[in-house]
């Protein structure tokens, strides 16, 4: 099913169809939409078909959910969550995140690193064997939202990353034990 279609192409779709929200009696023309795009008549098809089976699946299965994605044991699923349960829109950000204990000491360890001693200078992980960067490497295979590039070739913690590690060191100095974590919008769950 519409295997051939890129997905830059079902972009475009999905933004010609939003047009409908203002235009509710307007008329979509598939044949300027095919020769734009460059789709045969068979692709064309294809993705009309999966439109209408988009169409049918969030008008009936999913009205009352919300459809996201979640973290969980170092795999990315989707999830549905209640509308009624929502209190914002929720965005394809994961906002319920599940670490380690070993992953939340190298986040500790890692935020403290960067705001103390290289002091907002980011890290060299592709060449560098030190353990913290073998840590901080797997710790971004498995969270890479804890992490941002900023073109210089370097790898720094995001605003998330440090915002969580202030709360864990925080939580450690005072001997709290912690299980759960509320960082802006986000809730992490340590296990």
Known sequence: MAQSVKIKQLHQIISALEKFKTRKE??????KLAAYLHLSEVELDEI???VFRFQKLFS?????????????????????????EVKNLITNEPKEI????????????????????KIGKGFEIKHNTTELSKKIRNLKKTHPYFFEYRGNGLIYPSKLAIETG????YNNKSKKIIT????????????
């Open 98 to 117: 599940e670490i380690g204990q070993e992953e939340v000491r190298v986040l500790n360890d890692l935020v403290y690193y960067f705001q103390h001693v």
């Open 60 to 84: 009936t299965s999913l009205d009352e959910f919300y459809l996201y994605k979640k973290w969980k044991n170092n795999k990315t699923f989707l999830v549905l969550k209640l509308k009624s």
């Open 26 to 31: 307007s008329v979509f023309n598939l044949g």
């Open 166 to 169: 202030r709360l864990i060191s």
């Open 48 to 50: 009309l078909e999966l």
């Open 180 to 191: 759960k974590l509320e960082v802006e919008d986000y809730l992490i769950q340590i296990v």
